[in-house]
């Protein structure tokens, strides 16, 4: 194919029927990423835009972590109509051996050839998502992005579903040193990171890039587009020690649970955000943990997971296929039935960096609080039952899910994890809690106010979650975080408004989905998720400081839904299947049936709710997903089912009102949503 060139400018390419049409033109420069050691402002610079049509745009490392990682959250996106859009930073080259795993046979390094194989199995992955044979024709083209950089792009559409692949394709190495190249290039930002140009492709030549050539790439791409979603990576993986050789086995970086181009790609990819979310663009954003999987029991039902495997059969290939590619047909060494049989068990889990509910509903129901944009918004309630147009409630750049509990007097406390500074080795990379007051009951809110971090040093710092806070009847609000050594810190507000210092309350081996409830005795309690069993805090009096309490519980893969059952609490999880495998890898998968239990082991009133993913419970009401990715409600006698609306992103609300259950969310579409079953 000819080496035909097109531009991508500002603005999102118009929708028809679906499908993404052609680009425009012009471009318009972001604003400038701040110079070595000078750290970012948090000021908003634009008002907040109406966000557009709906479209899905993933920003990864390598060819594959999508399907990996975001599945099947992306395939249930794709499959509602959605436009998807995936830029792929790393050209994916690794040492140029595309081989099966235990091949004998001669070694062949090219490294152009396995990038152009593995953009050949993301095309054969994708058609065959868009329900088309593996070997469908896709439109490919050169497109122009800022600053004289280019990269390839292949389109593909059918019934009105459309996916676009961008191939930024940066070397996995740098020319000198042979050093990993993202990770190097977001800790030098003099450094020049060349282009692979994979076997095949209409790209005949492309620019190097630096740190700021890649931010400014990615914020115009994000521009162009649009999008209304933005899904990426984890930009502050667990602390994770391990020895080299373990390390290596898990290709893993040094101290950390996850390889260094996804967290690099991951801080490029916020770095562009910032600056997009600067400009007043709506949009939802998520990151996905990675190699974190390897670590934790594994979340997806055997339903889930045989169908997010299936889709990396044609990623994977075969060196035996006949698709017309002069690189290669595919990522020979995930093929077949290896990523079921791949001991990592990557494949296995789907999980957040960022999990919870993403929209928070005040106590009387007539606002609902987010993140949108990078900013804390606020809704209100139309009569109709809709909602209005977002209120800006700043506090940009902030993680995707917010904290909340409402004051005795009706005023409503946000708390929220900031990106209070994200640099690469010459600047900042910190992390912070901050908290947002209502001045009176329906009215504005106040500044936004630094409440610390619970971690000593910028590096731990990072590894802190996003906040749960909690009202008891005693007046305080107790808010709580998991921190670096995967414990949980908690900080204490009075009923004068003073703070605590933060208290690390102990525990280890904790995911981040933290949940908590006040029993009937007034007591607040504390559950997370652990590799063993739930971990569980509480006090022994009201008003007292929280403890843990050991329990011995079935183990949890996911987060715990935890609810008043009579004069005592009951506890609502997924656990594994086959618990005695659930610390072996490749590992058991998830039951797809929920665990319901008492505090002290014995069982709970059932509930039939078969699914995957964490539940919400509240007044007798259950709240999940089923094995399709459809929202459903238990209320004890039958399952209702959502089968219409934007697909939600992240897990949903459930409120009882007079008896009655209000679901609220936020869709893809970046807009909320109300359900009443």
């Known amino acids: 194919m000819n080496d035909t060139a097109r531009a991508l400018g500002p603005g999102r390419r118009a929708v028809?029927?679906?499908?993404?049409?052609?680009?425009?033109?012009?471009?318009?420069?972001?604003?400038?990423?701040?110079a070595p050691g000078r750290p970012r402002t948090t000021t908003t610079v634009a008002p907040l835009t109406t966000p557009r049509a709906p479209l899905l745009l993933q920003i990864l490392a390598h060819p594959d972590d999508d399907l990996y990682f975001m599945n099947p959250d992306t395939q249930h996106t794709l499959d509602s109509g959605v436009p998807l859009v995936s830029v792929y930073v790393t050209g994916g080259e690794a040492n140029g051996d595309n081989r099966v795993v235990g091949d004998t046979g001669p070694h062949v390094y090219d490294k152009a050839a396995y990038s152009s194989a593995r953009h050949q199995g993301l095309r054969q992955a994708y058609a065959t998502l868009l329900g088309l044979d593996k070997y469908a024709p896709w439109e490919k083209s050169v497109a122009e992005l800022r600053g004289g950089h280019r990269a390839e792009v292949n389109r593909l559409q059918h019934r009105g579903r459309s996916v676009e692949l961008v191939f930024l394709n940066t070397a996995m190495h740098t020319p000198l040193g042979g050093r990993m190249g993202l990770p190097a290039l977001w800790e030098d930002h003099h450094l020049q990171l060349p282009v692979v140009i994979a076997t095949g492709s209409p790209l005949r030549q492309a620019k190097s890039y630096t740190y700021d050539d890649l931010v400014e790439v990615l914020a115009g791409l994000l521009a162009h587009y649009a999008p209304t979603h933005v899904q990426t990576l984890d930009p502050d993986p667990d602390i994770q020690h391990s020895s080299p050789a373990v390390r290596r086995h898990d290709s893993e970086q040094a101290g950390y649970s996850d390889h260094a181009d996804h967290t690099a790609a991951a801080s490029f990819a916020w770095a562009a955000l910032i600056r997009h979310a600067e400009q007043g663009n709506a949009f939802l954003a998520t990151a996905y943990r990675a190699y974190y999987n390897r670590h934790w029991p594994k979340n997806l039902p055997p339903k889930v997971l045989a169908e997010k495997a299936?889709?990396?059969?044609?990623?994977?290939?075969?060196?035996?296929?006949?698709?017309?590619?002069?690189?290669?047909?595919?990522?020979?060494?995930?093929?077949?039935?290896?990523?079921?049989?791949?001991?990592?068990?990557?494949?296995?889990?789907?999980?957040?960096?960022?999990?919870?509910?993403?929209?928070?509903?005040?106590d009387d129901g007539a606002y609902a609080y987010g993140v949108l944009g990078l900013r804390a918004v606020r809704w209100?309630?139309?009569?109709?039952?809709?909602?209005?147009?977002?209120?800006?409630?700043?506090?940009?750049?902030?993680?995707?899910?917010l904290g909340g509990a409402g004051l005795p007097d009706g005023r409503q406390l946000l708390f929220a994890l900031r990106f209070s500074s994200?640099?690469?080795?010459?600047g900042a990379n910190t992390r912070e809690i901050v908290a947002l007051e209502q001045a009176a009951p329906g009215g504005r809110f106040g500044a936004w106010k630094g409440l610390g971090n619970p971690e000593r040093g910028d590096d731990r710092g990072r590894r802190i979650g996003s906040p749960l806070a909690l009202a008891s009847p005693d007046g305080r609000v107790h808010l709580f975080v998991r921190n670096a050594d995967r414990g949980i810190s908690t900080r204490v507000r009075e009923p004068d408004g003073g703070w605590s210092p933060w208290r690390d309350l102990g525990g280890?081996?904790?995911?981040?989905?933290?949940?908590?409830?006040?029993?009937?005795?007034?007591?607040?309690?504390?559950?997370?998720?652990g590799t063993d069993t739930v971990h569980h805090w509480t006090q022994p009096t009201p008003g007292a400081p929280l403890a843990p309490a050991p329990t011995r519980l079935p183990l949890p893969v996911g987060a715990v839904?935890?609810?008043?059952?009579?004069?005592?609490?009951?506890?609502?999880?997924?656990?594994?299947?086959?618990?005695?495998?659930?610390?072996?890898?490749?590992?058991?998968?998830?039951?797809?049936?929920?665990?319901?239990?008492?505090?002290?082991?014995?069982?709970?009133?059932?509930?039939?709710?078969?699914?995957?993913?964490?539940?919400?419970a509240a007044a007798g009401f259950v709240l999940g997903t089923d094995e399709q990715g459809t929202l459903q409600l238990a209320d004890g006698k039958r399952v209702l089912k959502r089968a219409r609306g934007a697909t939600p992103v992240g897990m949903p609300a459930l409120y009882v009102r007079d008896g009655r259950p209000l679901v609220v969310g936020l869709g893809v579409d970046a807009r909320p949503w109300s359900w009443r079953p």
């Not at 028809?16 to 400038?32: I, P």
């Not at 990523?339 to 005040?362: A, E, I, Q």
């Open 16 to 34: 028809l029927g679906g499908a993404v049409a052609a680009g425009l033109a012009a471009t318009v420069a972001g604003c400038a990423v701040p």
């Open 310 to 362: 299936a889709h990396l059969v044609p990623y994977g290939g075969s060196a035996d296929w006949s698709c017309g590619n002069p690189g290669g047909c595919g990522d020979y060494n995930v093929g077949g039935n290896r990523p079921f049989t791949n001991g990592k068990g990557w494949v296995r889990s789907t999980h957040y960096r960022h999990p919870g509910v993403r929209l928070l509903l005040s």
């Open 380 to 401: 209100s309630r139309n009569d109709d039952g809709g909602w209005g147009a977002p209120e800006d409630l700043g506090g940009s750049p902030l993680t995707p899910v």
């Open 422 to 426: 994200l640099q690469g080795r010459a």
């Open 508 to 529: 280890e081996s904790v995911q981040e989905g933290l949940s908590a409830i006040v029993d009937p005795r007034g007591r607040v309690h504390v559950f997370a998720a």
């Open 561 to 616: 839904a935890p609810s008043v059952l009579g004069d005592g609490i009951r506890l609502l999880y997924r656990t594994s299947a086959d618990p005695k495998k659930a610390h072996q890898d490749p590992g058991s998968p998830a039951s797809p049936r929920l665990t319901s239990v008492r505090l002290d082991g014995s069982a709970a009133t059932p509930v039939a709710l078969d699914g995957y993913g964490p539940v919400g």
